[in-house]
């Protein structure tokens, strides 16, 4: 089962999975951690589940969860980094 009960054919899923591995693939090799490949994975699942199809715009969502990870993670004043 997928993200809201959402049934994906096996094409869909192969197509997910190439667009999270091209995805991958234009990442650093030290950003191309299980979190960040979850983060993709889990905007390609939305996407999909909203009936996109074209793999450059799959990969589009995908690369945001990257650039919203990576301001979030640099972008903390150092009065909320202090835990």
Do not use: F, W
């Not at 889990?42 to 715009?57: M, V």
């Amino acid at each position: 089962m997928g993200e809201n009960g959402a049934v994906y054919q096996p094409e869909l899923i192969t197509l997910m999975r190439a667009v999270l591995d091209d995805a991958a693939a234009a990442l650093p090799e030290p950003k191309r951690t299980s979190t960040m490949m979850a983060e993709m994975a889990s905007q390609i699942l939305s996407c999909a589940a909203n009936g996109e199809r074209d793999p450059a715009k799959l990969k589009v969502a995908a690369m945001s969860a990257v650039v919203e990870c990576s301001h979030y993670s640099h972008h903390i004043s150092p009065e909320r980094r202090v835990v």
